[in-house]
């Protein structure tokens, strides 16, 4: 059961670089989450998307970009690395609009680090 | 707007005292809740989840949590804690209509004395 699957685990990217960070599901979820988590303030979304084709912005968007071009991908992008991206990233799952099948399944996190 | 407090930041408990995590959140409607549970250097795993119907939610591990409405809680509780479940706690409020998006407290970082 694989679930969901981050790449990679661990990254150091100098200022200005540019890295995607994978994410693949395969439990046929139409939602798919980008969270970012920083120390002492949980987790904040940064995209979203609700199906293949779909994205929108959250909580954080700035600096980032996303994809949904199949239901199992949604790569995070990062265009010009800075300082205030390092963090540890989520990507998360869901299956449906509401109701006992709104539980979001995490991937084991990609640990960024910017310098 | 959708939030979530966790007013402890850390606790430490002996093992095989009893555990209370608090949580209250803030919500227009009746919400989704959640506990999660993360490991040092792991992902996030569902604990329990509260949606409707019954308000004492019984999940994973032994953990339990009841949803008071009247003062917006939603706090976790274990009987007895083992070494093991040393881990950072994260409650959370799910949106019921629109993305599903999920509003994360800041989490409570609990330590188990031996």
């Known amino acids: 059961n694989a679930g969901v699957t981050q790449t990679p685990k661990f990254r150091i990217l100098k200022i200005g670089q540019s890295m995607t960070l994978q994410c693949t599901q395969d439990?046929?979820?139409?939602?798919m989450y980008w969270y970012r988590q920083d120390p002492g303030m949980g987790l904040k979304l940064i995209y979203y998307s609700v199906g293949a084709g779909i994205t929108d912005k959250g909580e954080v968007p700035n600096g980032y970009n996303v994809s949904r071009s199949t239901t199992e991908d949604f790569p995070l992008r990062l265009e010009l690395a800075a300082p205030s991206q390092t963090s540890v990233y989520f990507c998360?799952?869901?299956?449906?609009?509401?109701?006992?099948?709104?539980?979001?399944?995490f991937g084991q996190g990609t640990r960024l680090t910017v310098v | 707007a959708q939030s979530v407090t966790q007013p402890d930041i850390h606790i430490t408990v002996s093992e095989g005292a009893s555990l209370e995590l608090r949580c209250n959140y803030s919500?227009?409607?009746?919400?989704?809740l959640f506990w999660y549970v993360q490991s040092p250097g792991q992902g996030l795993q569902l604990l329990l989840k509260y949606f409707s119907g019954d308000t004492l939610v019984q999940g994973i591990k032994g953990f339990e949590a009841e949803f008071k409405r009247s003062q917006s809680s939603f706090n976790l509780r274990k009987p007895s804690v083992h070494w093991s479940d040393a881990a950072e706690y994260f409650c959370?409020?799910?949106?019921?209509?629109?993305?599903?998006?999920?509003?994360f407290g800041t989490g409570t970082r609990l330590t188990v004395i031996p």
């Open positions: 998360a799952s869901s299956y449906s609009s509401g109701g006992a099948n709104t539980e979001a399944f």
């Open positions: 439990m046929n979820h139409n939602y």
């Open positions: 919500y227009g409607a009746t919400p989704y």
């Open positions: 959370a409020v799910g949106e019921r209509t629109g993305a599903n998006n999920l509003f």
